[in-house]
Every structure is written in structure tokens, then in C-alpha cells.
């Protein structure tokens, strides 16, 4: 029993690099979002607040708490940007130039793929995600997304065809 | 078509993926770090506890709020019928002014100025 945590932690960091690759695709590739976020996921993992059922692989579960967690900072997020708009002192834009260090490191490939799926419903570059970039089964992104198979081979396809126009080249 | 568009999508991906695992942070600091963070944050029975302190104190403000907003209204019905129970007499209470009403409401006291015989005052169980 005292050894779980330790296995916990050791599966934790084995899995650290896909974790971190997924949590920044949940969180628009914004680095100090994506660090937070995969910190309270890891969090809640070694707190017990998520538990492992084996229902499933433990990284499609972990990937699936990832996910939830991004998505509830992106909620308390919204809420905050919305409490200081309405008491009048609303947020500065976000700086385009933001990451402009990141980028300029990035490989041309790189960096048309990243701006083709910014373009994409977040439910579609969610799917191509984890099956390209997580080399997961659509069965297993499915899982990772809480939603049926059907509904996530529906996104995959017309995610991948619109892909497949924004990276033509022009 | 298919299976060369997605043995694209993979080298696209991949090289991403090589890019990003590179900045991947440690993640020792990270979990000491967030640790160090919950240590400063109230726990879900520490919120509970101060909820519930913070329910009592609004509770007792209330029940010393209403205590005083009462002793007020009663110390403005008072202040408002006090003259009137004050002046009130009982048409009645003339029947009870009876001959000698005075001594008998009055408790007598023995001693050289109240005595009714003129007598000094006397010791009770002395010799004469």
C-alpha cells in the first residue's frame, strides 16, 4: 500500500513527456498554462482526488484527467476574465508576440502544422492529437475524451480532411 | 491518397513531438513545487471548517443584531407609555386609603425619636 504512491510517481514519469506534449494540446501549446495544468492533473493523481479504476490503460486515464483538468482551468479562466470585466478592469489581450522565442525555434513543418490546427474545432485537433502525435487508436482517443467511438471517428475524419487543405501547399 | 496524407500527418506530428519533449520540465521540482503550493491552500475540510465558522459568526451577529433591534423597540414602547402607566391610578385605590392606612403600610421602629410612649429604647432579652 505504501508503495503505491511510489509506483504512482515512477508511472508518472515515465509517462512525463506524452503527458506534457497532450497537456500543452489541451491548453492552446501555451507553455505556462500547460505546466500548471499537468501539475494539478499530477496533483490530483498522487492525491487520490482521480483513481485509477484499470478500466481502462493508465495513460488514456491519465491523458483523460489532463483533459479534465485543462478544461476546469479553462472554466475558472473564463470566470475570472469575466469578474474583472464586469468590476471594469478588464484583461489585456493576449500578447501575440507571446511565444515568439518558441516559435522562431521551430521548424517550418512545425510551425505550419501548429497554425493549421489552431484552425481546427478543438474536438477534431484533440482526435489527430492523440492518434498522430500519441500514436493512440481511435477507440483509445474516444476514451481519453469521454465520448463514443462513433462521435470520435466522425471528428477524426473531417478533422484530418481539413488538415489535409490547410497544409496543401498554396 | 489516405495512407499518404496520414504518413504525413505523422512525420508533421512526430517532429513535433521531438520539438516539445525536448522542452518537456522536470518533473521532480514540478510535484515539489505544486506540493509546497497545497501546503498553503486550504484543504476541502479546512474550507468545510471555515464555512462553518463563518456560518456561526453570521448566525451570532444576527442573534446579538436582533437581540438589540428587541430591547430597542421595547425601550421605545416603554419610553411611549411610560408618562401614561405612571399617572394611571386606579379609581378604586381611594377604598384602600383606610384610617391608619399610613402606619400600617409604614414598619414600626422602636427608638427615642419614633417612640410612641416617650419611652428609651429597650433591650430585648437583657436584664432590667
Redesign the interface.
Known amino acids: 500500500m505504501d508503495d503505491e504512491p511510489q509506483d504512482l510517481?515512477r508511472e508518472?514519469?515515465r509517462l512525463?513527456?506524452d503527458s506534457?506534449?497532450w497537456a500543452?494540446a489541451c491548453c492552446g501549446r501555451r507553455?505556462a498554462d500547460a505546466?500548471e495544468v499537468?501539475?494539478?492533473a499530477?496533483?490530483k493523481v498522487?492525491d487520490g482526488r482521480a483513481r485509477f479504476g484499470g478500466r481502462s490503460r493508465f495513460r488514456t486515464w491519465l491523458f483523460g484527467v489532463i483533459r479534465r483538468t485543462a478544461a476546469e482551468e479553462r472554466r475558472r479562466d473564463a470566470l475570472r476574465r469575466l469578474r474583472l470585466v464586469t468590476f471594469g478592469d478588464a484583461p489585456e489581450p493576449a500578447d501575440p508576440a507571446a511565444g515568439a522565442a518558441?516559435r522562431l525555434?521551430?521548424?517550418d513543418?512545425?510551425r505550419?502544422?501548429?497554425s493549421a490546427l489552431a484552425r481546427l474545432p478543438r474536438r477534431q485537433r484533440e482526435v489527430?492529437?492523440l492518434v498522430?502525435?500519441h500514436e493512440m487508436s481511435v477507440a483509445e482517443a474516444a476514451d481519453v475524451m469521454g465520448v463514443s467511438v462513433g462521435s470520435a471517428r466522425q471528428h477524426y475524419e473531417r478533422g484530418?480532411a481539413r488538415?489535409?487543405v490547410l497544409?496543401e501547399p498554396s | 491518397m489516405s495512407d499518404e496524407s496520414d504518413r504525413r500527418f505523422r512525420d508533421a506530428f512526430a517532429a513535433l513531438r521531438r520539438e516539445e519533449a525536448a522542452g518537456a520540465p522536470p518533473l521532480t521540482p514540478m510535484l515539489a513545487a505544486r506540493a509546497a503550493r497545497r501546503g498553503l491552500r486550504p484543504t476541502g475540510v479546512a474550507w468545510a471548517g471555515l464555512a462553518a465558522a463563518a456560518l456561526l459568526v453570521a448566525l451570532a451577529g444576527h442573534r446579538v443584531m436582533e437581540s438589540r433591534v428587541r430591547a430597542r423597540a421595547a425601550a421605545e414602547v416603554a419610553r411611549a407609555l411610560g408618562p401614561f402607566y405612571g399617572e394611571w391610578r386606579s379609581p378604586t385605590d381611594a377604598l384602600l386609603e383606610t384610617p391608619g392606612y399610613e402606619m400600617l403600610a409604614t414598619i414600626p421602629a422602636i427608638g427615642p425619636a419614633d417612640s410612641l410612649f416617650g419611652s428609651g429604647p429597650t433591650t430585648t432579652g437583657g436584664q432590667p
Do not use: I
Request: net charge neutral.
Open positions: 510517481q508518472l514519469g512525463h513527456a506534457y506534449g500543452l507553455t505546466r499537468l501539475q494539478a499530477y496533483l498522487l518558441e525555434e521551430q521548424s513543418d512545425v505550419r502544422l501548429l489527430l492529437d498522430f502525435y484530418k488538415l489535409r497544409l
